[in-house]
């Protein structure tokens, strides 16, 4: 099952308009990534915020992170018509293993498609 | 400083037979994690080699299997090939496990269809 929900599943503006998608998550993480995706391709990462951070910034993107809520959310501020591309949000849960040591592993959700009209 | 270069970027097989995608990770990195994305489904986990091992492995049948060579590249086997393995399998790389908080950077994907 994904650890990670997103919502909006797809979200619609203008140009210059500001977009704001979320990211819900069940267990404890190490940290959350975004990432983006132009027309099925790769993947390119965004930015990663980690658990004991609340608020991150990257040129137009703000991420913040509430781990009592276990969420977060990617803030693009001023889009442009190049922001068209679905976002994923990814969280690195540490699980144990029998022999006690940590492996991380991203998570993925299923993604906000984002279209902005020029 | 090259990316994560994956190899086919298309392939097409007949429903039970196999296929075998490349993924060479960035330099330095002895990470590489696969990802299975078919239409509607997202991201889903297929496996984690680090330093040659498999290291985890997401909910998927045996035979989809795998291995990390000595200089960290890695191929995906998929055997008796169903049409539902049709999917972009996206590979990605990080820094080893020790390191906490450290991004995974991905490929393009090889866009696989079966037939």
């Known amino acids: 099952s994904q650890q990670g929900e997103e919502d909006p599943q797809a979200l619609s503006i203008q140009e210059g308009e500001n977009a704001t998608m979320n990211c819900s998550y069940k267990?404890?993480?190490?940290?959350l990534q975004w990432y983006r995706q132009n027309s099925g391709r790769g993947l390119v990462h965004l930015i990663l915020?980690?658990?004991?951070?609340r608020e991150k910034h990257s040129g137009r993107l703000r991420v913040t992170l509430d781990t009592s809520k276990k969420s977060s959310s990617l803030l693009i501020t001023a889009s442009r018509a190049a922001d068209t591309a679905s976002y994923f949000c990814?969280?690195?849960?540490?699980?144990?293993?029998?022999?006690?040591?940590?492996?991380?592993?991203?998570?993925f959700g299923q993604g906000t498609i984002l279209t902005v009209h020029p | 400083e090259a990316g994560v270069t994956q190899s086919p970027t298309h392939l097409i097989k007949t429903r039970g037979q196999q296929a075998t995608l490349r993924c060479s990770p960035i330099?330095?990195?002895?990470?590489v994690y696969w990802y299975q994305q078919a239409l509607g489904l997202g991201l889903q986990f297929l496996l984690w080699?680090?330093?040659?091992?498999?290291?985890n492995r997401g909910n998927f049948p045996p035979r989809f299997s795998g291995r990390q060579f000595p200089n960290y590249s890695s191929e995906l086997n998929v055997n008796a090939l169903e049409l539902e393995d049709s999917a972009l399998y996206l590979c990605?790389?990080?820094?080893?496990?020790?390191?906490?908080?450290?991004?995974?950077?991905f490929g393009q994907g090889t866009r696989l269809t079966v037939v």
């Open positions: 915020i980690r658990s004991n951070e």
């Open positions: 080699y680090d330093e040659g091992e498999e290291r």
């Open positions: 330099s330095g990195h002895t990470s």
């Open positions: 990605a790389s990080s820094l080893a496990r020790g390191r906490e908080n450290t991004e995974a950077f």
């Open positions: 990814a969280t690195d849960a540490r699980e144990r293993n029998a022999g006690g040591t940590s492996y991380g592993k991203l998570t």
């Open positions: 267990t404890s993480i190490n940290n």
